[in-house]
């Protein structure tokens, strides 16, 4: 059948091709079975990109003409299929028709599930638009404290690069959300990997959430099913970046010339002491202090990200920080402290300064507490666990895997210093 436009537009009906002939034992090439009507397949081709599916019109095969792609003879029941064939193109083709008018753009399998009454009247919605009224829902979380400010920041960070990437890759500004598709976020995953030059987990987590608003577009009826349920999610497993009591002093011992530089770092000694991230730390007041029984000082507070409580003793150095800032407190904050990405770039300074060569962000305060600063020194992990407010200590046993595996490094590098100083050792028989 003739195409609407050249090379984009194509609507094809075909029988399916099965085994139809078996040999004997005798030897000869016999029919499989006798013939029986089969239900019509549909093919509709859109720039290339093709989608097959069943028409639900039956023929008897005897009676199909591939080439013409209709029934044979002027029976009744060929001329019935002939007319169903020429309504259900042209439903295909009012679809067609209507969507480009509407929406600029249609896929196959759009107009697949319109046939088949899949989709809804809430499909004319885009991705962007959706990432965006989802974006101003987590604001609400973030005023009611439901959510870390920082996280939802992310989430416009996905939106803001999901949005280039359709501008460089599709030409668009936008897409529906029933045209998302596994093989968009593959290619959004390799736009995150080249442009950003980032590792596969931090391109993982812009797909992570790009998956989380489709499948809240699905739950909420907005597309017939959740498109990228089958994408294939992996993190690459590391050990946590933390530093030794050696580059932590470095830190600490360093004189800074720059005001910047000196609040960033106090912010960072402030974590290494607490083992609090930065968005817990930003939203840290007065009212998380409680005197308890033992006359001890110390941060209660429920962790933004998990809701979970932390309960730390506001130790000697934390308690240096805070009152160096007394005077300097805004918006009731404890600390002067600077968006999460700044504070990134400027720990980066830090490290070089300071001659530390690691990729020292906020988070590695935070690892830095939970090995140098307590489980190296005997704190048992029930209570890091406890004061680095985890869920489940399963996520603190990372830490202790570290630890151990250090310990042994060290333990086998002494090890071989050693070798050989049994020959200065007269060991003499009694």
């Not at 299929?81 to 480009?100: C, G, H, P, Q």
Request: aromatic share 10%; glycine share 4%.
């Amino acid at each position: 059948m003739e195409n609407t436009t050249k090379n984009t537009f194509a609507v094809y009906f075909f029988l399916k091709k099965r085994g139809e002939k078996k040999k004997k034992n005798d030897g000869k090439i016999q029919p499989k079975t006798i013939w029986k009507k089969k239900n019509i397949q549909c093919r509709i081709t859109i720039n290339g990109d093709p989608v097959d599916f069943a028409s639900f019109i039956f023929v008897d095969p005897q009676k199909w003409h591939s080439k013409d792609q209709n029934a044979i003879g002027n029976s009744v029941e060929s001329q019935d299929v002939n007319t169903a064939l020429i309504d259900f193109e042209k439903k295909i083709r009012d679809i067609y028709r209507e969507s480009m008018r509407k929406r600029g753009h249609v896929s196959p399998a759009y107009i697949r599930d319109r046939l088949n009454g899949k989709v809804t009247n809430k499909t004319g919605v885009t991705l962007i638009q959706y990432f965006d009224d989802y974006n101003l829902e987590l604001k609400k979380l973030v005023k009611l404290k439901e959510m870390d400010d920082e996280t939802r920041k992310r989430y416009v960070r996905t939106r803001d690069r999901l949005k280039a990437f359709l501008k460089k890759e599709y030409k668009r500004d936008d897409i529906y959300l029933d045209e998302v598709d596994v093989k968009l976020a593959n290619g959004f995953y390799l736009y995150i990997r080249e442009t950003t030059k980032s590792g596969n987990n931090n391109a993982q987590k812009h797909i992570e959430k790009l998956r989380t608003i489709i499948t809240d577009a699905w739950g909420n009826g907005y597309i017939p099913n959740d498109s990228l349920i089958r994408y294939n999610m992996h993190y690459d497993e590391s050990d946590p970046t933390y530093l030794t009591w050696h580059e932590l002093k470095r830190i600490m011992h360093k004189k800074f010339h720059s005001e910047r530089l000196e609040k960033v770092r106090d912010m960072f000694v402030f974590a290494c002491f607490t083992g609090m991230a930065y968005g817990d730390i930003r939203s840290l007041t007065e009212e998380n202090f409680n005197l308890m029984n033992d006359d001890n000082e110390w941060i209660d507070k429920d962790r933004n990200k998990t809701k979970v409580k932390a309960e730390i003793i506001f130790s000697d150095i934390p308690k240096l920080i805070i009152l160096k800032y007394k005077d300097q407190r805004i918006n009731n904050r404890l600390i002067p402290i600077i968006s999460n990405q700044k504070s990134n770039d400027y720990l980066k300074e830090i490290a070089t300064l300071c001659k530390v060569n690691k990729n020292l962000t906020c988070h590695v305060a935070r690892h830095t507490f939970a090995t140098t600063v307590t489980l190296t020194e005997g704190v048992p992990l029930e209570t890091v666990s406890k004061m680095l407010g985890h869920k489940n200590i399963s996520t603190t046993q990372i830490y202790a895997k570290v630890v151990h595996e250090k310990l042994t490094k060290d333990a086998n590098e002494w090890n071989e210093k050693m070798q050989g100083i049994e020959n200065e050792f007269n060991l003499q028989n009694q």
